[in-house]
């Protein structure tokens, strides 16, 4: 799922949602910033070392879901094997359930979604 980060109206950065945690309910995937996106502004860990909530300014979005209820976390690694990184930790389970139902990590973990969480 491509979700897009925003600060107010400016784009800071996409991503795209590849990997879940299911009971944590916790999305994941690569970031990929714009030019508007800072750093020392945007991240809340840098180079591996935790830097501060900065996520607190920011918006995710997604064309079908629209604002998603979730805290923002940017990591934001120097070396290129690791790279950026976005997390979204959703607080409402039935919210993060009806986005991710159909995820292959969310069905390995609730093979049956009418019992999932």
């Known amino acids: 799922m491509q979700v897009d980060l925003y600060e107010g109206e400016t784009l800071v950065g996409t991503a795209i949602l590849e990997h879940l945690d299911p009971p944590m309910g916790v999305a ?9 996106f800072v750093s020392n502004v945007h991240a809340n860990v840098i180079d591996g070392e935790y830097v501060g909530d ?17 805290s923002i976390a940017v990591m934001d690694c120097a070396d290129p094997r690791t790279g950026k990184e976005l997390s979204l930790v ?6 993060f359930a009806a986005i991710f139902a159909v995820h292959p990590d969310y069905r390995a973990y609730y093979p049956d979604p009418e019992n999932g969480s």
């Open 90 to 95: 959703f607080q409402d389970g039935e919210n």
């Open 28 to 36: 994941f995937g690569p970031f990929w910033p714009t030019d508007h």
């Open 54 to 70: 900065n996520g607190r300014s920011l918006t995710a979005t997604t064309d079908q879901h629209g604002s998603l209820a979730a």
